[in-house]
């Protein structure tokens, strides 16, 4: 393993990937911005956005989703949630024009008892961070419940249960014991939580994951 390798891992390690903090955590949130830049561009590319949307994005982490979403929803109003203290703070840093002018509200909240009212998010997405959710199926009913009627779930992930991954990334799956369903097994708990259509988009030569739930 290279030094580089070695010391991410480290850094990983030490800033908690499931819930970001202290020095290494902020680390590793820049670090996220950069390198799940291209899975995130590729997941939101099947989001037909509308700019006066009101958009969730579900633990925002350093803040790079809900910047790139700002860019097509330039009247309505961008949503992020978060439960560590660390990422709330980094993402509002991140983005601290469109929260100095009202465009974007981030505040510090579990998946699984969302802090907002039913039906209110036109669009809402989360990327890379299902792995982590405590309760998938309250989880994904609580996406439902704050969702408008014709709106948009997405779920953005860069590996998923039927890919072949390396042993890398399996060592991470044991090490942080992630969640990371195969395309029917999120197909399944999708429509458990109340998703009216499912669809799953697999990106060709990768392990990425896309999950569309739609609310009718």
Request: aromatic share 10%; charged share 25%.
């Amino acid at each position: 393993m290279s030094n580089e390798a070695q010391t991410d891992m480290s850094i990983t390690q030490k800033g908690n990937p499931g819930k970001p903090e202290g020095e290494a955590g902020e680390l590793m949130l820049e670090r996220m911005n950069r390198e799940h830049y291209e899975v995130t561009g590729w997941g939101l590319s099947f989001f037909d956005f509308d700019a006066l949307d009101c958009v969730l994005d579900i633990g925002c982490g350093g803040g790079m989703t809900l910047s790139r979403i700002a860019e097509q929803v330039t009247r309505g109003t961008l949503y992020g949630v978060d439960y560590s203290s660390l990422s709330v703070a980094k993402s509002k840093e991140f983005n601290k024009e469109l929260v100095a002018c009202g465009r974007m509200k981030i505040v510090e909240g579990s998946v699984d008892a969302l802090p907002f009212n039913d039906r209110s998010f036109d669009k809402i997405t989360t990327v890379e961070s299902f792995y982590f959710w405590p309760a998938p199926e309250k989880s994904l009913a609580e996406v439902y419940r704050v969702l408008k009627p014709g709106g948009v779930f997405i779920l953005i992930a860069d590996i998923h249960g039927a890919a072949e991954l390396t042993e890398e990334q399996l060592e991470n799956i044991r090490r942080y014991d992630l969640r990371n369903p195969a395309p029917n097994e999120f197909k399944t708990l999708f429509s458990a939580a109340g998703f009216d259509e499912v669809t799953v988009h697999l990106k060709n030569g990768t392990s990425w994951i896309a999950v569309e739930g739609l609310r009718k």
